[in-house]
């Protein structure tokens, strides 16, 4: 969506990209700042794979589940992996939630999980380059919480427990261990519900490959960005104070036509055959 593809765009600096790497690319949307020639998509669905080679130079159909993505695969053509990480040095995920058949490894950590999403992230994140920045767009448990309570203290606590339940503090642990997670926010379905999806996200912002200094989100929970205006103070500054870049980067948000541009349709795709389109 519309703003899930601006916001990535600002928060890691797309349009600085030398190599930009979607792994569940669908149309395009999350690649568009960045430079034409620097976009590597991986996208499983025939139809939207064959569209992606208008926009990317580099397109694979690679079913992470099925063990066949390496981070080889985020690679352009004429690029060489680095030889800490991989060669992207912008990466944006936007993957479908869900749960696995069966846990899959998070490897090099010993740990396994059955969410679809975290599994998709960590796998993308193995080819990003020591100094790259990611951005992944998760879903918050903040949704089952807030139906369960309308008592902010009590909330705070359930949604601290939910960031430290067993399987997803595994993931979490693994993440903030090995990369540098410089931002953690959420975002209510509310602002962007017109555009398909309502679930609230997980904004999570990585520079560069080594361990957070930001908190664990159990022990320090994601701000909470319930409106236009604060995100786009928060774009503001992310993206350094420069003059009227936040107010572009949301804009508005339901305009398609200008995110797409040239007839260009946005949206994420399915990841894995057989699953709904978000």
Not at 135 to 143: A, D, M, N, R, T
Not at 152 to 157: H, L, N, P, T, V
Not at 207 to 232: C, F, H, I, N, V
């Amino acid at each position: 969506p519309p703003i899930k593809a601006r916001g990535s765009g600002v928060l890691i600096g797309m349009d600085s990209a030398r190599r930009a790497f979607d792994p569940t690319a669908g149309n395009g949307a999350l690649l568009l700042s960045a430079p034409a020639e620097s976009r590597a998509a991986n996208e499983i669905d025939p139809a939207r794979a064959d569209f992606l080679k208008s926009v990317a130079p580099s397109v694979r159909q690679k079913d992470f589940t099925a063990g066949d993505f390496t981070a080889g695969d985020a690679d352009l053509p004429s690029s060489q992996p680095s030889a800490a990480g991989g060669s992207a040095d912008r990466i944006a995920v936007n993957p479908p939630f869900g749960r696995l058949q069966k846990p899959l490894p998070l490897e090099g950590t010993g740990k396994k999980t059955a969410q679809l999403h975290h599994y998709i992230a960590w796998k993308a994140l193995a080819s990003m380059s020591f100094d790259g920045k990611a951005v992944l767009f998760l879903p918050s448990p903040k949704q089952a919480i807030f139906q369960g309570s309308n008592n902010g203290e009590q909330q705070a606590e359930l949604l601290a427990r939910s960031y430290n339940a067993p399987e997803a503090r595994s993931f979490w642990s693994s993440l903030y261990g090995r990369y540098r997670v410089t931002g953690h926010y959420t975002i209510p379905g509310s602002l962007y519900a017109g555009q398909g999806a309502s679930w609230p996200l997980d904004v999570v912002v990585i520079e560069g490959m080594g361990p957070s200094t930001r908190p664990l989100p159990a022990a320090q929970l994601p701000e909470w960005y319930e409106s236009y205006d604060k995100l786009k103070g928060l774009l503001d500054e992310r993206n350094g104070h420069r003059t009227g870049v936040g107010a572009a980067a949301i804009g508005s948000v339901n305009d398609r036509s200008a995110e797409g541009g040239a007839g260009l349709a946005l949206g994420a795709g399915s990841f894995a055959a057989g699953r709904t389109e978000r």
